[in-house]
Nanobody
Framework: QVQLVESGGGLVQAGGSLRLSCVSS????????MGWYRQAPGKQRELVAD???????NYADSVKDRFSASRPSTKNTVYLEMNSLKPEDTAVYFC??????????????WGQGTQVTVSS
């Protein structure tokens, strides 16, 4: 069974930095895409950033130039370096892995989430 485990969340002052990590277990293949979503209270879950197996990253406009997602090529692991944090970045951050196997079976895995709180 595939599991995604996030770590690195916490409380930080505005302007500070945090680094989130997501480590997976239980998969026999490399995920097509891994990334980060977030959900603030009363809001829908939204994409923050994701990275393909080849290392191409995609970012939400709200975090461009502040956040950096990376993924070691040999591991089902993804990181999110968050700089210049703002109170509006406060949310639960979820790790995600998605794609399709060589047999065409789609998959979409989620972690349990890690809380990020940015104080003003």
């Amino acid at each position: 069974q595939v599991q995604l485990v996030e770590s690195g969340g916490g409380l930080v002052q505005a302007g500070g930095s945090l680094r989130l990590s997501c480590v997976s277990s239980g998969s026999r293949f490399s995920f097509d895409t891994m990334g980060w979503y977030r959900q603030a209270p009363g809001k829908q879950r939204e994409l923050v950033a994701d990275v393909t197996r080849g290392g191409r990253a995609n970012y939400a406009d709200s975090v461009k130039d502040r956040f950096s997602a990376s993924r070691p090529s040999t591991k089902n692991t993804v990181y999110l370096e968050m700089n210049s944090l703002k109170p509006e970045d406060t949310a639960v951050y979820f790790c995600n892995a998605n794609g399709a196997t060589t047999q065409g079976r789609k998959y979409d895995y989620w972690g349990q989430g890690t809380q990020v709180t940015v104080s003003s």
